[in-house]
């Protein structure tokens, strides 16, 4: 039989929280792990740090969530593959396998021209997964009509490009403006590239929601449904907004999405598993 899918809590869930209090949280709410994202906290650039918070608490760094972020543009200074490779040395020194990466912003256009064969080069050379996440395009509503920007170069679709791993966020295909079936065929197509989930949930807005699973319309059930059945080798990360809950709001979100998570991951493994001798009933 082979193992559940890991279930972790990404530090933005937590936000503005620290890495602590993200261990501490998913250590007690039962996660499987967490996500790092670098942010300006020194906790989520230290390794050493990182890693004696993993042995305190029990849970493994599943994933560096690299700052190639809008918000976290001076960490790290301000060359970007300087950025990835600084969080792909921290994911080593911690024991991660994936670094998830956005796409370059569209003024970025130096930094984007070999993109897709410069993260190719590093995964070879490295061994680290480099999980490219799939973003949205920006969208904005005149008084006339809708329009749109493609912030991200060379895209911000991953289908379109040859990337070796992928990051496929399920607030972000929302904010794309994909109704469920086309999330389902993305999710599908990227399958045998995908390294690492963003558990989230959103709705046909102009904001990136980031709602707890099951609060929007994305079909978030399907995806894990699909994960579990074809054995998904990666990791299932919530990263899901608390900004503006309470501590006891951001507790039973937090655990409301660990539980949804682990309803679709395990009921749809125990359906896909083949049975067993003994499951089989005896004769009367």
């Known amino acids: 039989m082979s193992a559940p899918i890991p279930v972790g809590l990404s530090t933005s869930s937590v936000y503005p ?56 543009q001076g960490v790290w200074g301000k060359d970007p593959w300087d950025k990835i490779d600084r969080s792909t040395e921290l994911a080593h020194a911690v024991g991660s396998d994936v670094v998830v990466v956005h796409p370059p912003f569209r003024w970025q256009r130096s930094y984007a021209e070999h993109f897709v064969g410069a993260i190719a080069e590093r995964e070879r050379l490295d061994g680290m997964r480099l999980a490219v996440e799939n973003m949205f395009p920006w969208r904005a509503r005149t008084q006339k009509r809708e329009r749109t920007m493609q912030a991200y170069l060379p895209g911000w679709d991953p289908l379109e490009h040859d990337y070796g791993s992928v990051t496929l966020d399920l607030s972000h295909t929302a904010t794309a403006g994909l109704d469920p079936d086309t999330t389902l065929a993305m999710a599908d197509e990227l399958f045998p590239r995908l390294a690492h989930l963003h558990l989230a949930d959103g709705t046909n807005t102009f904001m990136d929601e980031h709602l707890v699973p099951g609060k929007g319309d ?52 125990a359906a896909a598993r083949p049975f067993a001798e003994e499951d089989v009933p005896e004769e009367s």
């Open 17 to 72: 929280g620290g890495v602590e209090e993200t261990f501490a949280l998913a250590r007690d709410l039962g996660y499987d792990g967490v996500e790092v994202m670098v942010l300006r906290d020194p906790d989520s650039q230290d390794a050493a740090r990182l890693r004696r918070l993993s042995e305190e608490h029990g849970l493994p760094v599943l994933a560096i969530h690299a700052p190639t972020l809008l918000l976290t």
């Open 218 to 269: 994305q079909p978030c059930a399907q995806v894990l449904h699909m994960l579990a059945a074809q054995r998904f080798a990666g990791s299932v990360v919530v990263e899901v907004n608390t900004r503006k809950m309470s501590g006891v709001g951001r507790r039973s979100a937090l655990a409301e999405s660990l539980a949804f998570a682990r309803k679709h991951l395990d009921g749809a493994a």
